[in-house]
């Protein structure tokens, strides 16, 4: 089934470059892209990386996919399990 993944997430990469709306969608879930990237690199699936971080697979997936707000210990915990730091940026609006 990883393997699925992989060929998923390896789709969704050769999209995101040739569509804009796609890239401007992406950049929405780009701390969900971040976590995959970097979980995969480390050849961590979803569940036991859930498991090093102490929660159930579902919350990676959630995180994964965008569709959960986690709170910042939670994503401290997946930062230090996957060898990465977080970084916040506020950006004044052009307006």
Known sequence: MEGSKLLRFEAWEAEKIKVPDFL????????????????????????????????????????????????????????KVLGAKIEFKLIPDSK
């Open 24 to 79: 401007a969608a992406a950049e929405e879930l780009e701390f969900g892209y971040q976590v995959t990237r970097l979980r995969m690199v480390k050849g961590l699936t979803q569940a036991h990386l859930a498991e090093m971080v102490g929660t159930r697979q579902p919350s990676i997936a959630r995180l994964e996919n965008g569709t959960s707000a986690p709170s910042l210990s939670f994503l401290s915990k997946i930062a």
